[in-house]
């Protein structure tokens, strides 16, 4: 078995860099995607004039694109600047709007009267996430667990200082250092990042914040998110890989320990040397590989993150008063974070993330027009499986953006898409519309999460957000290094 040539089920952002570190290396790689264009959920949406990035809209972790760059020998295909201030926060009682900054004494003058001596108390708290961060990303995330005993042994040589945050959530690891409850929510805000909620992750992801305010920060990519994918797509027809779309994989065929062939909607066989799936690890396994672990059953008792209702407004006037990522909360963030996953009454009063993409990048809109995305945590299918309101809750959404920026937007609306739960789920083949796949609870993270390599067959492994390290962009990009690995073990075996 000659092991060279590589089937990628899943043009998603695991996928895409999976694939060109692999054909860099010499092998013959092609990709199957499901939808017309590549991208998973980090995806584009043109539309009457305007261009909409359709999921993930903050970029991060810049330096992980930069070390997948240099692993590929290329220069990075597109190309992006930091964004000053970071975000912005408006809370709904008091009307008042934060702008982070990394700057943190630039930060903490806007906590002077509820928040005394913030300057100390974030350096106080960013310094834990330092050493949260420093002690545990090359030594748990960035590997490669054989079993379990392996992965807990290496939990073991953590700093067992850090021990004591296993016990506490995302929120009352930020409780020892903060007072107010706009510090509290504001700074617990990048735990939405993983899918959950700041009361049900775990206080170690508050290395996330070290991330956001000292080690990188974010940044606008140029033209929109979409032009990470564009770049890499071309990039992988220079390497010579083939992309073919609207190919969705059904069923396969077995050969001993082997994979033999996936079989399409149309009943073709794909056949290959070496497969790796860049669906979601989880449900491939159930409903293509049908293994019991994973059947509807079993799929539904494990934790999967929310779901997400996205929209998406072109408006034929500039919103000056607005920036790049925004946040507005309202008065009930406890609540409505206990009650988002599981409660749909909760939407009454949701708090909600808007994303001006044409801020800073002028050709995704017409001129004078601004390109809104808008993003609502919400309960995935599992609890609010009818959508028939979407209507009423986006327009209720838009309502209290327009009361907030003290502009009406509704008359000025020429272009509206909605993507609810069912959307994702039928798009992307998101279980049960969850936005990030498996939650990242202390029994699916490490080598509790579906392994990177299966279970059964010796020549198929996995990459993306259910399966190791977890959710997010970079996490795709350090999952598609993890399963180069892999691949290049069982090559060379």
Known sequence: MQKNKILIVGAGIGGLTTALRLAKRGYEVTILEKNEQAGGRLNQIKKDGFTFDTGPSFFSMSYEFKEFADDCGISLPFEYVELDPLYTVNFKDSGKTFFLYKDIKKLATQFADIEPQFEQKMMRYLKKCEQVYNDTVNLVIKQNFDSLQAYLITLARVNPIHLPLL???????????????????????????????????SAIYTLLSHVEFTHDGYYNVKGGMYQVVSGIVSELEKAGVTIVYHTEIKDYETKGLYLASLIDQNGKKWQSDIYVINADAALFRGRVFNREKYSEPQLQKKDWTMGYLTFYIGIDQKLPE???HNYFLGGNFKEYADNVLRNPGVLEKPYY?????????????PEGCETLFFVCPVPNLIYKPDW????????????????RIGTEIQPHII???????????????????SGLGLSHSMTQIGAFRPSNFDEQFDNVFYVGASTAPGAGIPMAVISSKLVTERVEKFRNK
């Open 353 to 365: 993330y808007v994303n001006v993409l044409s801020k800073h990048n002028a050709d995704c809109a």
């Open 322 to 324: 607005v920036n790049h």
């Open 388 to 403: 028939h309101d979407k209507d009423e809750v986006v327009n209720s959404i838009i309502d209290d953006f327009s009361q």
């Open 167 to 201: 016990f506490r959530n995302f929120w009352q690891q930020i409780e020892r250092y903060f007072e107010s409850e706009e510090a509290r929510q504001i700074i617990s805000l990048v735990s939405f990042f993983l899918g959950r909620t700041p009361f049900d992750t």
């Open 415 to 433: 272009s509206r898409t909605i993507y609810t739960p069912i959307e994702w789920e039928k798009r992307f083949n998101l279980y049960k519309g």
